[in-house]
């Protein structure tokens, strides 16, 4: 079996900075995502890559940017924190012919 | 409007009892997932389906891709069912995970 690591678990942040999460995964799996969930709701995508270097946007792609510097890794930025927002990142990964995906534990954002 | 629709959104049950928890689709689905997320947090995939039923010990689901909805059913429900489920259906023409959630269901099992 495989492992997926999120870092920080938990960030806290200010209005208007710049902030990134990590995601490594240990399956080889040539896909990876980047999923946000908000208090009561399901999760949205923000970014995907199907492979190293590549790059997807999402539903929820504005004020974000993300990277994959290799295929095992997949970063994500919040490019300006906003006050008093408070969600969820998740991220996971698939096999490219398939859509199972296997999530990470997830990092929680707050900004003050 | 919602693409993925589930129900009920909160469920309190007996421990040892039996529910149905249920997903419609506004989208044509084609597969569908379902996932737990327990109360630290985690998503755990629980079902990857094409249109037919499946079953997992205490767990069976079913999706009916020409009526749109999916099942999850729980049978002789524990307290580590707690948590909170979602189903998921994939983009139209993609292979791939990108996936449209629900909302969740929250099912308590109590003691």
């Known amino acids: 079996g495989g492992i997926i690591t999120q870092t920080p678990k938990f960030l806290i942040g200010q209005e208007g900075q710049k902030l990134t999460l990590k995601c490594q995964q240990n399956f080889n799996h040539d896909t990876m995502y980047w999923y946000r969930q908000d208090s009561g709701k399901g999760l949205r995508l923000i970014y995907y890559?199907?492979?190293?270097?590549?790059?997807q946007k999402g539903d929820l792609s504005e004020g974000y940017d993300a990277s994959r510097e290799k295929k095992s890794s997949f970063s994500l930025t919040v490019t300006s924190a906003q006050k008093n927002e408070m969600a969820v990142f998740l991220c996971?990964?698939?096999?490219?012919?398939?859509?199972?995906?296997?999530f990470g534990a997830g990092t929680r954002l707050s900004v003050l | 409007g919602d693409k993925v629709k589930q129900s009920p959104s909160a469920l309190s049950l007996q421990e040892g009892t039996n529910s149905a928890l249920r997903c419609n689709f506004s989208?044509?689905?084609?597969?569908v997932q379902w996932f737990l997320q327990n109360p630290r947090g985690s998503l755990i995939n629980l079902f990857y389906?094409?249109?037919g039923t499946k079953e997992n010990g205490r767990l069976k689901s079913t999706f009916n891709s020409k009526e749109s909805y999916s099942t999850l059913h729980i049978r002789d429900a524990q307290l580590e069912d707690s948590g909170t489920y979602f189903c998921a259906a994939p983009y139209r023409g993609s292979a791939l995970g990108r996936l449209h959630f629900g909302a969740g269901t929250q099912l308590i099992v109590i003691p």
């Open positions: 989208i044509a689905a084609t597969t």
């Open positions: 389906l094409v249109p």
């Open positions: 890559s199907i492979t190293e270097n590549d790059l």
């Open positions: 996971a990964s698939s096999m490219r012919s398939q859509n199972t995906l296997y």
